[in-house]
């Protein structure tokens, strides 16, 4: 995909990982939609962006709500064009263990709130999203490319039943939708980052986060631009579809 003027959108791309994939990718030509929670974090992002030359629009939408997720798509094929690329990075984490037993005693620890908000987002809102985009690429006539955010954890992770199963089933998305949508022009693609410098990790204890560094083969977590590279190389690469690039440092060797 050439990367000039096409209208990528960027899911939870207010900060983190996805505010920098909007820099690296509109340093690279591209023309930003940004889709996150609240207008306030959106424009500080269009404004830092604009203030490296790059041209970002922000719309408010929630991944998990359908009728968001359609009025945002509508919003961007009407304001900036039909979508050429989606990454689906939006993603929370409401942490627990399953269950918790002391001196005899067992007790539910996971919540089916907790269950459901990290699924609803990490895993219902990339099928929203990549549905609505999907509709747009094919309907144009021009294909494009479909980035999901997964993550490590997707191999299963202590105290992370809802976040672990729901990245898990992005990769069975991904590589759904790389068979079901080849034959229509688009190309779909994951990314799974290991621990990487953001909000999400800098809420972890900083002993739990230097203990993890030590285990990382290259010894240290990585940068956003780490993974925005990744997704870059997918968004650029004509003959990749259906596969998950790891950017872990070695995490998982
Ligand atoms: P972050 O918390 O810094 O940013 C996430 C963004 O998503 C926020 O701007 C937030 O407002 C937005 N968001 C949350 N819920 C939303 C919703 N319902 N609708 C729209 N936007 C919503 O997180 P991050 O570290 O930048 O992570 C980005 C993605 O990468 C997530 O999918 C995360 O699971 C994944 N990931 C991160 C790491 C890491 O180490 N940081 C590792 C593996 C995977």
């Keep these: 995909m050439q990367m000039d003027e096409a209208v990528i959108a960027i899911t939870g791309g207010a900060r983190g990982l996805g505010l920098s994939m909007a820099s690296l990718l509109g340093r690279k030509g591209a023309r930003l939609a940004l889709l996150d929670l609240e207008q306030e974090a959106l424009d500080i992002a269009v404004g830092a962006l ?12 929630n991944v998990a709500d359908e009728v ?13 064009g039909t979508v050429a690329g989606l990454v689906n990075n939006a993603g929370i984490t409401r942490d ?15 919540s089916l709130t907790q269950w459901q908000q990290v699924v609803d987002v990490n895993l219902t809102g990339v099928f929203l999203c990549g549905r609505e985009a999907a509709c747009q690429m094919v309907e144009s006539g021009q294909g494009g490319v479909i980035v999901n955010i997964s993550s490590i954890s997707r191999a299963g992770n202590m105290g992370q039943s809802n976040y672990a199963a729901a990245k898990a089933g992005v990769v069975a998305l991904t590589v759904t939708w790389a068979k079901e949508l080849a034959r229509h022009g688009v190309r779909v693609g994951a990314v799974a980052p290991g621990f990487i410098e953001t909000e999400m990790t800098s809420a972890m204890r900083p002993e739990v986060l230097e203990k993890i560094a030590r285990g990382i083969p290259l010894g240290a977590l990585g940068k956003p631009n780490d993974i925005a590279e990744s997704v870059a190389f997918i968004l650029e690469n004509d003959y990749f579809t259906g596969r998950v690039i790891e950017c ?3 995490l998982r060797i």
């Design 50 to 61: 604009r203030d490296e030359g790059i041209e970002a629009r922000s719309y408010v939408t």
């Design 68 to 80: 968001s997720v359609a009025q945002a798509f509508g919003a961007i094929a009407e304001e900036m």
């Design 96 to 110: 627990g263990l399953l269950i918790k037993a002391k001196e005899g005693k067992v007790e539910k620890t996971m």
């Design 248 to 250: 872990d440092g070695g």
